[in-house]
């Protein structure tokens, strides 16, 4: 059995799809860890109800201890690596990881993000496409999954689909779209990639 480790930083919808494959034989892989950067993140409720290990590494822990980020991305790394993965899901994780992690997990890394690829890198990908499509320069967003690169949400894309924007469409409306495409996307790539 292939085993997952799942990086989240909040809500975990995008986990809830992968514990419902995983629940429903759509996956074949194991949930082995899932570690948050943050103690209040929602999605580890939704990890510790389905009976998955969570783990808790917090950046500002770490800097307090005088370490810095590479000291991080050291203890990350650690701590996922004891779980001994096949594959890395970043799934709404919302820090940058350097070299240091990226280089203990070679090719195998993936993140999802909510735009196409080229398109909206960074936070709040969905809010500046609706902006973008208010002001005439988009018609269009969408969802990609990809290898992790060292850049912010670029890399070899895995799978992608566009999302058509609506004029009467609020942000609220738009997001739910482009979540409910996050989570069928996320298990495909998941799957492609195992
Ligand atoms: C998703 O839209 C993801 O693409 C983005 O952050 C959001 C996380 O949502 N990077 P959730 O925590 O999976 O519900």
């Known amino acids: 059995m292939k085993r997952l ?3 989240i930083s909040g809500n975990g919808s995008n986990l809830q799809a992968l514990i419902d494959a995983v629940e429903s034989r759509q996956l074949d892989a194991e949930i082995a860890v899932v570690v948050a950067n943050r103690a209040d993140a929602y999605g580890l ?18 800097i307090t201890d005088g370490g810095d980020r590479g000291d991080y991305d050291r203890r990350l790394a650690g701590v996922v690596a004891a779980h001994v993965p096949d594959l890395v899901v970043l ?5 940058i990881l350097g070299s240091v992690f990226l280089a203990r997990f070679q090719d195998r890394v993936i993140n999802i993000h909510p735009a196409l690829p080229g398109a909206f890198p960074g936070v709040d ?17 969408g969802v990609m999954v ?3 690169a ?4 670029a890399g070899p894309v895995i799978v992608s689909e566009s999302v058509p924007i609506q004029p009467d469409d609020t942000l609220d409306a738009l997001e739910a779209r482009i979540h409910d495409v996050e989570h069928r996307l996320i298990v495909d790539a998941v799957r492609r990639v195992l």
């Open 150 to 153: 060292p850049e912010v949400d």
């Open 5 to 7: 480790a799942v990086l």
């Open 125 to 141: 990908a969905i809010r500046r496409a609706h902006a973008a499509f208010g002001a005439g320069n988009v018609g269009e967003t």
């Open 91 to 95: 799934a709404g994780w919302m820090l």
């Open 146 to 148: 990809h290898y992790v």
């Open 45 to 62: 409720a939704r990890a510790e109800r389905a009976g998955i290990p969570t783990t808790v590494v917090d950046l500002r822990t770490v």
